[in-house]
C-alpha cells in the first residue's frame, strides 16, 4: 500500500488509540472504509467536536463543555462531602450507585513516579485548596485499589489529615456476591483485618 | 456524564470501530482528552481524508486515490498472472515476499453466505471479466486458509477452470521454521497429501 498516503495516514491515526498496534489499526481502517464510511464520518466530527469542546470543569476537574459541570452545580448536593476519583469513568461508576449525593473532584490520573505524574499533574494543591475551604467536612478517597492509586490515597490523606480534616476510604473487602473459596487471599486478609 | 455530549459522542463514534466496546472506547477518549488531543486532531482529519479520497481501483478492487492504483499501472509487472486475494492486507502480505511480480483481484471480501455476503458483494462478475479477457494465463487463488476463503476460492476456481483457465491455490504445508511436534494434525495430513 505504497501509493496510499490517505490509507497510510489513516493507519498512523488509528495507532494512536490506546491499545492499538498496526494490525488493528489495518482491519479498523480497512472495515470503515469497506464497510462503514458513514461511521468514519460520523467519528471525525465527534473527534473534531470532542476535543475542541471539552475542556475541565474548574471546581472538579471533570471533562465538561462548560465552565462549570452539572454536578458541581447541582444545589441539591451535599456540599459537605468530596469524594476523591481518578478518572470521569470511576466518578460515572460512583455515580450509578445512587449511594453518594456529595461532590466530586476528578484527579484525571494517579501519581506515577515512573511515568513522570507528580502532584501538579493531578491538581493536588487545588484539591487541598478545595478540601480546606471551610464548606468540605469529609473527604472520601475512591481512588483504585492498585499500587497507584493507593500511593495517591495515602499522600492525599496524609496531606489532608495534617490540615485536620475528615478522610476516609473506600472499604476494602470481599465483593457482593462472591464466595469465600474463589477469593484471593489479599482480599480475604484485608476484610479479616476491617471486620466489624 | 449524562449532561457531556461531546464526550458521550465520541464514545459512540469510537465504538463504530471493530472490536471496541463500551469500555474501551471510553478508555480511548479519556486518553485521547486528557493525554493526546493533537492525536486526536490527527485521527479525525486522516479519518475525513482517507473516507472522501479512497476509492476502489478500477481494475483491481483495491483501495486506492487515482483511478487505477500504482501497482496495476506498473509496466514492468507480468500481466498474465493474476493473483485473487481477499484485502489490500493480505495483498500487501504477498507483495513483501517479493516471490510474485503478477497482478492482483482484490476481492475485498469472501464469500459468507451466513453474513449475506455473495458472489455480487466481492465483484466475481467483474474477476471474471478480468480472467477470461485473454491476457490473463493463470488465477492464483490467494484466499484465506478458513473455512470461507477455501469456499471461495472453490466457487471461483469451478468457475475459472469451466471457462478453460488454468488456476492454482497458494500450497498448504508446514510452515517454515515450524517443528513437526507443534504442528497441527490437519496441516501435516495436507502435507503429506500435497508431498512432492
Known amino acids: 500500500m505504497a501509493d496510499n498516503n490517505s490509507l497510510n495516514a489513516l493507519i498512523e491515526g488509528l495507532r494512536r488509540l490506546p491499545g492499538v498496534g498496526v494490525k488493528s489499526a489495518s482491519r479498523m481502517a480497512f472495515h470503515l472504509l469497506q464497510h462503514d464510511r458513514a461511521g468514519a464520518q460520523v467519528l471525525a466530527q465527534a473527534l473534531q467536536q470532542a476535543s475542541t469542546q471539552i475542556r475541565h470543569c474548574a471546581r472538579c476537574h471533570t471533562f465538561t463543555e462548560s465552565e462549570i459541570c452539572q454536578t458541581c452545580l447541582d444545589p441539591s448536593r451535599d456540599a459537605s462531602k468530596l469524594c476523591v476519583v481518578e478518572t470521569p469513568a470511576d466518578q460515572a461508576a460512583v455515580e450509578r450507585t445512587s449511594a453518594y449525593r456529595g461532590l466530586y473532584f476528578v484527579l484525571m490520573g494517579k501519581l506515577s513516579p515512573l511515568d513522570g505524574i507528580g502532584p501538579n499533574d493531578i491538581g493536588l494543591a487545588k484539591l487541598f485548596d478545595r478540601a480546606t475551604s471551610g464548606l468540605v467536612q469529609e473527604v472520601i478517597l475512591a481512588t483504585n485499589f492498585t499500587a497507584e492509586g493507593e500511593a495517591t490515597a495515602h499522600v492525599i490523606a496524609e496531606a489532608l ?36
Open 161 to 196: 489529615k495534617a490540615r485536620g480534616l475528615k478522610v476516609t476510604r473506600l472499604a476494602r473487602g470481599v465483593p457482593a456476591g462472591s464466595e469465600l473459596e474463589y477469593v484471593d487471599l489479599g482480599t480475604i486478609a484485608h476484610a479479616m483485618v476491617d471486620r466489624r
